[in-house]
């Protein structure tokens, strides 16, 4: 059966993503229409690639996911330089290497640009600081005097996994130029992509949400400045999704409340990663025993 699909951001978290993903694989679901954010982007991209939910844990089993953390090389001590290559380069990391190993997954199934993708089958989010608006790739990149299907794919993964402070932002180079990162902090679920009163529903909508329902959420107990810092991120990234979400919505999202995880954490064991895909195929399988379509 054909449905759109919408995944979540939630860095590390999206091992469970893959998991929710191979349950759906096993009653034969197939994606026409995807949009994703941050780790959602990944699996988006894997997809529409062709990419089955088993293959991409082989990926993730051969690889070292920390090898991904790609600092700049500097002579001064290693503290100071952290905090000086934070400060101006706005990120403790690259993500170049990110974007390379999502382009040569890509490439590999004979994709580079959205050019080799059919038309409006991925959709990826990132946030334009410069600018202070959401970003939809690849149909707002015009705007930006850019040719959607000249622009790579994986640029896009890459531009919308950018975590504040943690890879650094990717540079348009528009005039002025703009900074793009993680679309997480605008739309962490863009469910709202393919929410059209206007138009009557091609195919059924099935989201798949890294955190639980809203009613569900544990309250913030925000007692110093790094909790506030911390409950100021949840709350732009969760806010603009929030509003899309009633109770009609609630009935095609696969939950997945991961809290023992960071987003960031990327010395994960291999045999939490497994854990992740586990949680995630198990809750997936749970919700589409009772999923009325």
């Not at 059966?1 to 978290?13: N, T």
């Not at 990110?98 to 050019?115: D, H, M, P, Q």
């Not at 038309?119 to 334009?128: F, G, K, Q, T, V």
């Not at 962490?188 to 955190?211: A, E, T, Y």
Request: charged content about 25%; glycine content about 6%.
């Amino acid at each position: 059966m054909y449905i759109d699909g919408v995944f979540s951001g939630g860095g590390l978290k999206g091992f469970a993503l893959i998991g929710a993903l191979q349950a759906l694989e096993e009653r034969d679901f197939i994606f026409r229409r995807l949009a994703g954010t941050s780790a959602g982007s990944i699996v988006c991209a894997l997809i529409v690639a062709g990419y089955t939910s088993d293959e991409m844990m082989e990926m993730m089993d051969e690889m070292n996911v920390k090898s991904l953390l790609d600092q700049r090389v500097s002579f001064l001590p290693s503290a100071l330089t952290k905090w000086l290559l934070l400060y101006w380069n706005l990120g403790l990391y690259k993500g170049e290497k990110l974007e390379k190993w999502i382009a040569s997954k890509l490439k590999a199934r004979g994709i580079v640009t959205f050019g080799d993708l059919p038309a409006e089958s991925l959709r990826i989010i990132a946030s334009d600081l410069t600018n202070s608006q959401l970003v939809i790739l690849p149909d707002d990149l015009p705007r930006y005097g850019i040719d959607p299907k000249k622009f790579p794919v994986a640029k896009a993964v890459r531009m919308s996994c950018s975590i504040p402070y943690f890879f650094e932002p990717v540079r348009l180079r528009t005039n002025p130029v703009s900074l793009i990162v993680d679309g997480g902090v605008l739309s962490n679920f863009p469910i709202f992509l393919f929410d059209d009163d206007q138009k009557r529903k091609q195919r059924p909508v099935l989201g798949i949400k890294l955190s639980p329902r809203e009613k569900e959420e544990d309250k913030k107990n925000i007692k110093n400045a790094i909790a506030m810092f911390s409950a100021l991120f949840d709350t732009m990234k969760d806010a603009h999704d929030a509003r899309h979400i009633s109770k009609r919505h609630e009935r095609n999202i696969i939950f997945l409340p991961v809290s023992e995880v960071f987003a960031t954490e990327f010395s994960l064991p291999d045999e939490q990663k497994h854990q992740l895909f586990h949680y995630g195929k198990n809750k997936a399988e749970l919700f589409l025993k009772r999923w009325c379509y």
